[in-house]
């Protein structure tokens, strides 16, 4: 009762300022947020090495720029494990959603495969499970964790042998992405993120990107059906072992993205920490039809900390709404914390990523527009410092009681309780 009356002050507030939050939340539950498997089990996955085993713990080899950091108890060790952790965060977060997989999660016991030789039928039960759920999958090539990546190259290797490994590997990720979204009836997106570079100056800079060029050519080579698979392309700045070059930047994929009609991917921990991804949206926009995000928290590097609610992601979901863009950008969550309970982790990182979606569908856009059109600056500002103030809070707590998950605070409960009763029983 208290939440409901909270919620009508704060309805009559914001509708002085012209907002109708009704609305807001109605499209706010229209909003897919993509939940990353991987937090789930610290990035560990299910191929062993090689890919080839019967399902134990994998190589950790060259993990490309990827540490999770921490031994908090109860993590993921199987497949049913991790399907059901991520049942209960999902149960803990307002909306209906997706996951999204890495190719180490296959489950190759039945069918024994390497990377570049995975099927469909190696996630059969990743899509059965998703389908009771009703939930959406997203998919990603996974280019680390293997011998043949422990030189730091993969689609940009100067050994043809080794480019066409990944490149199969590649190929054969898309395929499973088409498969998912016939079954599911909505695109998958097939992610492709290689951690290719030098740790010190390179002589050479050209050549790993000429080669990396070809294999994109050959991997695409292969047509998908957009509405079954979209194919995504990740950048970044510098990694562990890759601080003085990065093959795959920025620069490199949003051109080969425009050239070639593909989504770009931007992971906010992938760009130098004084950047603004939220400012990059419209540039690109302007220039692609769609994007993928990859929201994480960096804390003086690229660290994947967990998603919380900051100015930058505030700013983010601002850029997002502002531009009319919630059809054009898919929203996905990647971020590790293995310090901290694992479902916590989701659901703290998605609950902000909601909450700044929420933040920015309850702003008086088109006046703060009709002001800067005027070149009343000076109103613009008042008005963005007065609507910080506003009790988005009473009207996010409401939306939760909608969805009927926990509000406030109340889902650390069934956290701790679920802790207590499964995932510290995992030895």
């Not at 051109?255 to 939220?278: I, N, Q, W």
């Not at 609950?351 to 800067?372: H, S």
């Not at 109103?379 to 009790?391: I, T």
């Amino acid at each position: 009762m208290k939440i409901e009356k909270a919620y009508q002050l704060a309805r009559e507030m914001y509708a002085g300022y012209g907002v109708d939050t009704a609305n807001a939340l109605k499209r706010l539950a229209g909003i897919r947020i993509s939940l990353h498997c991987w937090q789930g089990d610290d990035i560990s996955g299910f191929s062993a090495r090689g890919g080839s085993s019967s399902g134990g713990e994998p190589s950790r080899g060259n993990l490309g720029g990827v540490l999770p950091t921490g031994n908090y108890p109860g993590k993921a060790r199987t497949p049913e494990e991790l399907r059901s952790d991520l049942a209960k965060a999902l149960g803990l977060i307002p909306g209906r959603h997706r996951v999204s997989l890495h190719s180490i999660y296959a489950e190759t016991k039945a069918r024994p495969a390497d990377r570049d030789e995975l099927a469909p039928d190696h996630f059969a039960a990743w899509v059965a499970w998703a389908r009771t759920h009703k939930l959406g999958l997203d998919f990603n090539g996974t280019f680390f964790s293997h011998p043949l990546a422990e030189s730091g190259r993969t689609l940009s290797h100067p050994d043809r042998a080794v480019r066409r490994f990944w490149i199969d590997h590649a190929r054969a990720c898309r395929r499973i992405g088409a498969f998912m979204g016939r079954q599911q009836k909505t695109p998958c997106v097939t992610n492709i993120w290689v951690p290719d570079g030098s740790k010190d100056t390179p002589a050479d800079r050209k050549a790993p990107r000429e080669l990396l060029k070809q294999s994109l050519d050959e991997i695409f080579k292969e047509k998908c059906r957009p509405a079954h698979n979209l194919d995504s392309l990740e950048g970044k700045l510098f990694g562990l072992g890759s601080e003085a070059y990065v093959a795959g930047s920025h620069d490199f994929y949003l051109a080969y993205a425009v050239a070639h009609r593909k989504l770009l991917c931007m992971d906010t921990g992938h760009f130098h920490p004084t950047e603004s991804v939220a400012d990059k949206l419209t540039a690109v926009l302007s220039q692609l039809d769609q994007v993928l995000l990859h929201v994480s928290r960096g804390v003086r590097w690229d660290s994947d900390h967990v998603v919380t609610l900051t100015d930058d992601l505030r700013s983010l979901a601002e850029e997002i709404v502002r531009g009319n863009y919630l059809q054009r950008v898919y929203i996905g969550l990647d971020f590790f914390d293995a310090s901290i309970n694992r479902i916590a982790a989701w659901v703290i990182g998605a609950r902000a990523m909601l909450q700044a979606l929420l933040i920015a569908l309850v702003e008086p856009t088109d006046t703060l527009r009709q002001m800067e059109l005027k070149g009343d600056f000076t109103a613009r500002l008042a008005l963005m410092e007065e609507l910080k103030s506003l009790p988005f809070g009473a009207v996010w707590n409401y939306y939760c009681l909608q969805q009927d998950v926990p509000p406030n605070h109340a889902w650390m409960r069934e956290v701790k309780a679920y802790e207590t009763a499964v995932q510290f029983q995992r030895r």
